[in-house]
């Protein structure tokens, strides 16, 4: 069993940067791919970003290409994601979760475990 944890979430300005943190802890032998995904009051989650657990293999959504940036340090067994200018509608709780085989994918269905998420507020 895999356990994925999410922290460093909180309250900030617009413009401003906040780095996300999801560490895996259990079999991460079983981990091919790392995905973040948000959900915003009233919407249905969706895709962030997503990278290959070995490296590799990266994709962001539209909406955060050039802003955000997913990196790994598996030495910690730890997936950042790092949000660079960031928008009121960046807004929502962030998720990691693992993909157990195959690459980096951007449908949420190829995902099975999910950390419990951390809320990002971004005000105006």
């Known amino acids: 069993q895999v356990r994925l944890v999410e922290s460093g979430g909180g309250l900030a300005q617009a413009g401003t940067s906040l780095t996300l943190s999801c560490t895996a802890s259990?079999?991460?032998?079983?981990?091919?791919?790392i995905a973040w995904f948000r959900q915003a009051p009233g919407k249905e989650r969706e895709f962030v970003a997503a990278n290959r657990w070995s490296g590799g293999n990266t994709y962001y959504a539209d909406s955060v290409k050039g802003r955000f940036t997913i990196s790994r340090d598996n030495a910690k067994n730890t997936v950042y994601l790092q949000m660079n200018s960031l928008k009121p509608e960046d807004t929502a709780v962030y998720y990691c979760?693992?993909?157990?085989?195959?690459?980096?994918?951007?449908?949420?269905?190829?995902?099975?475990?999910w950390g419990q998420g951390t809320q990002v507020t971004v005000s105006s």
């Open positions: 979760a693992r993909r157990p085989y195959g690459l980096a994918s951007q449908a949420i269905g190829s995902y099975d475990n």
């Open positions: 259990g079999r991460t032998i079983n981990i091919n791919a």
